[in-house]
């Protein structure tokens, strides 16, 4: 038991690693070499626990989604909050902007990931509004909503997705 634990808490600093070196420099711009010495591995090492680079990127987003997971009881006021809070990270939102484009392709390590992220998004924001098309909107209302942001800050995220679900209620 004492192996799992130091395992996946090795897996945790890895994660935390990364997400800082991914959002500090981009996914392109960063190595995986950077990540393996600052945890104290070498890149075999850091293989070993996660096969690849992209394999690495699309865990490290998992384990954001998951911290990040909206409450059923209310997906919608937590969504509002969500993009509120990404807000104040805009190293992270471009790495999710980029990623998620990139993951369109069938072979890229996060394509899975991101599939299964949207459908349940939208799942649980359908059964809040009543219409999956609805949440389909809205969901991509925030990503686009968060590229146009990253071309001009000034835009007030959390305040546009608040008029928008308040149009379609």
Known sequence: MAGYAKGAARREEILRVAL????GGGYHGSSTR?????VGLSEA???HHFGSK?????AVLEARDARDALDADDPVAG?????RRNAGAPELVRLFAV????ATAPDHAAHD?????YARLCALLAAALGDPAHA???VAAVDGLQVQWLYDPSIDMAADLELLLESLA
């Not at 800082?20 to 959002?23: G, K, L």
């Not at 950077?34 to 600052?38: D, G, H, K, M």
């Not at 992209?54 to 699309?58: R, S, T």
């Open 136 to 138: 389909r909107l809205v």
């Open 54 to 58: 992209q394999q690495l990127l699309a």
């Open 20 to 23: 800082e070196v991914f959002t």
């Open 45 to 47: 090492g850091l293989f």
């Open 79 to 83: 969504l509002v909050a969500l993009v």
């Open 34 to 38: 950077e990540i393996a010495t600052r």
């Open 99 to 102: 990623t998620s484009a990139e």
């Open 113 to 117: 990931g991101f599939a299964a992220r």
